[in-house]
């Protein structure tokens, strides 16, 4: 069974006090690992797909890098529009695209 | 471009009531799901969709029903309602099953008394 654990579970950070987010998984061959964005009342919002350990993507002032076991999502310099709740999730090889999902970090920037 | 848009935004059952959330997608996308979310938790699968008139149970199933009858529509039915599916319903979208992002609909809010 594929399980993903996000860590912390919150997060508050002075604008511009940069720090990473944590999403630890297990699956039986990973085929993708997704980050989201979501606002309070909305829906969910794709950031990036990771596919093998040694991938980083950027955007803005995010980054994703990934290993075989865990996945970073480092924040630079972040400012108060970051604050969002960050929702890790994977797909295995096994389960045929389904997407098993984290409890997902909240974070707060302070201006 | 409308994306994935679900229907109603909020609603209110009573115990033992029946309803369907609807979910609809313009973007010719194959695969469709439903989740659900409670308070401070992930999104947990309901049910799921890879073509029209192909559908599988997800992580939750009890309680819901589903099909697909068009690429477009993906309603999700809920039986007789019972507390415990109270909870923010998600629709989501994908071009294919193989590692591709997901597009979400703005969600519905369902509380059951």
């Known amino acids: 069974e594929d399980q993903v654990t996000q860590s912390p579970e919150a997060l508050r950070l002075q604008e511009g006090e940069s720090s990473s987010l944590n999403c630890s998984y297990t699956v039986s061959g990973l085929r993708g690992l997704f980050w989201y964005r979501q606002d309070p009342g909305k829906g969910p919002e794709f950031l990036f797909t990771?596919?093998?350990a040694g991938e980083e993507k950027e955007k803005e002032r995010l980054k994703a890098t990934l290993t075989k076991k865990e996945s970073f999502l480092h924040i630079t310099a972040p400012k108060p529009e970051d604050s969002a709740t960050y929702l890790c999730?994977?797909?295995?090889?096994?389960?045929?695209?389904?997407?098993?999902f984290g409890d997902g970090t909240t974070l707060t920037v302070k201006p | 471009n409308a994306g994935v848009t679900q229907t109603p935004k909020f609603q209110v059952l009573k115990t033992g009531q029946s309803m369907t959330l609807q979910c609809a997608q313009d973007m010719n996308h194959e695969y469709m799901s439903w989740y659900r979310q409670d308070p401070g938790m992930g999104l947990r699968l309901i049910h799921y969709s890879v073509g029209a008139g192909i559908t599988d149970q997800g992580e939750v199933p009890n309680g819901y029903n589903v099909s697909r009858s068009t690429t477009e529509d993906f309603p999700l039915r809920l039986l007789s309602a019972a507390p415990s599916q109270t909870s923010v319903y998600f629709c989501a979208s994908s071009p294919g099953t193989g590692s591709t992002e997901a597009f979400f609909g703005q969600g519905t809010r369902l509380t059951v008394v």
């Open positions: 999730a994977v797909q295995g090889h096994t389960n045929a695209g389904k997407s098993t």
């Open positions: 990771l596919y093998s």
